[in-house]
T-cell receptor, first 115, second 115 residues
Framework: AQTVTQSQPEMSVQEAETVTLSCTYDTSESDYYLFWYKQPPSRQMILVIRQEAYKQQNATENRFSVNFQKAAKSFSLKISDSQLGDAAMYFC????????????FGQGTILTVHP | ETGVTQSPTHLIKTRGQQVTLRCSSQ?????VSWYQQALGQGPQFIFQ?????ENGRGNFPPRFSGLQFPNYSSELNVNALELDDSALYLCASSWGQGPSTDTQYFGPGTRLTVL
């Protein structure tokens, strides 16, 4: 079974500043994928970034980047140049090839962006 | 490209009743997964459908059942509703060939309230 832990229930950041959201996970699988999803008040879960475990290079999508530490089973999300539209609940999730596509999510981190 | 759609948006039912939720997958996707998200929690995997068959199931009782149709759309049925079934139900679609961790794209969800 997989577990995902997000230890920061809430985080806040000033507009244009940088913030890092933490995530740790546990799995005995070797073939797995990690995701960050964003869920604004509109409720729709939006993919932010994806990281394949076999890739050493950290994934990047515009202002969003991850710090993937495989040995430590850590997968943090860095948001640079924060914008008001980044305010949302952020979920870290893991999927494994043997898990039939099941995603296991963390409890989420509420991000507030101050103008 | 059409995204994942779900209907209805909101639903109110009474304990003991039955409910059907619907999901249309994103164009080009053949796999649908369903999740239950309680207020303030991360989504929990219910099951996944691929080629009109259940492809994997989370820790949910048999009164949670589903269907997938030839056009890849899907239904989630819940019988004998309980108060704890009140939640946001999310549908996600992806493309795969059997068990996979292809990226899942989520719909806006159906908010179910059981009184």
């Amino acid at each position: 079974a997989q577990t995902v832990t997000q230890s920061q229930p809430e985080m806040s950041v000033q507009e244009a500043e940088t913030v890092t959201l933490s995530c740790t996970y546990d799995t005995s699988e070797s073939d797995y994928y990690l995701f960050w999803y964003k869920q604004p008040p509109s409720r729709q879960m939006i993919l932010v970034i994806r990281q394949e475990a076999y890739k050493q290079q950290n994934a990047t999508e515009n202002r969003f980047s991850v710090n993937f530490q495989k040995a430590a089973k850590s997968f943090s999300l860095k948001i640079s140049d924060s914008q008001l539209g980044d305010a949302a609940m952020y979920f870290c999730a893991i999927g494994t090839r043997s898990g039939y596509g099941k995603l296991t999510f963390g409890q989420g981190t509420i991000l507030t962006v101050h103008p | 490209e059409t995204g994942v759609t779900q209907s209805p948006t909101h639903l109110i039912k009474t304990r003991g009743q039955q409910v059907t939720l619907r999901c249309s997958s994103q164009s080009g996707h053949n796999t649908v997964s369903w999740y239950q998200q309680a207020l303030g929690q991360g989504p929990q995997f219910i099951f996944q459908y691929y080629r009109e068959e259940e492809n994997g199931r989370g820790n949910f009782p048999p009164r949670f059942s589903g269907l997938q149709f030839p056009n890849y759309s899907s239904e989630l049925n819940v019988n004998a509703l309980e108060l704890d079934d009140s939640a946001l139900y999310l549908c996600a679609s992806s493309w795969g060939q059997g068990p996979s961790t292809d990226t899942q794209y989520f719909g806006p969800g159906t908010r179910l309230t059981v009184l």
